[in-house]
């Protein structure tokens, strides 16, 4: 298995949870909280273990812009700290908006770019830590 394999395999357990989202059913405030639990996890593991290694290929950032994780993050903690549902379910659903954005530019830039640029060695071992850090065993 490679990395891309595992992290686009999160991307596919995450997309049922945006569409929960979007359907409008529950209180907007725990299902952020679902949702920021699953993706700063999956986002720390991006940002350790694959961008690291993409860093040469990557165009580097100018200025002190937040990165798409963080500016998630934020969202995400915005939906958690407003105090009336409308307000919390429209940054809810912004947050969606990026994240399935974010999805698609890792989806057809970021992983595309992975699997060009790292052997297919240096992929497999990102994958072994990535299911290290789960804590699942991969054959």
Known sequence: ?????????????????????ESGEGDSAVKAALLRSALLSHAELEDRLLKPALLPYLPQPTGAAPTDHEAIAAKLQGVLDACIEADARTLLLDAVRDIRKHFRKEESVIFPLAEEELSEAEQRKLATEWSRRRGLRVS
Do not use: S
């Open 1 to 21: 298995m490679k990395i891309t394999d595992a992290l686009l395999g999160e991307h596919g357990a995450i997309y049922p949870l945006l569409d929960f989202i």
